[in-house]
């Protein structure tokens, strides 16, 4: 976590690269899966969330 960027890195069935951004308009995500590549705010994504307020 850095002021309001969290990068994380999750396994899934590969290790993929998120991270997170607290945007004005919410909360921006984005993923190196092929979901995330397409835009999509993918479980890796949420996993991340939920990581970062454990």
Do not use: Q
């Not at 002021?3 to 890195?9: F, Q, R």
């Not at 945007?23 to 993923?31: A, D, F």
Request: glycine share 12%; proline share 4%; with cysteine.
């Amino acid at each position: 976590m850095d002021g309001s960027t969290v990068t994380a890195t999750v396994d899934g069935i590969r290790t993929y690269r998120v991270r997170l951004d607290v945007t004005p308009k919410g909360l921006h995500g984005r993923c190196s899966c092929p979901y995330g590549a397409d835009g999509v705010f993918c479980t890796h994504c949420v996993a991340a969330v939920a990581a970062s307020l454990a």
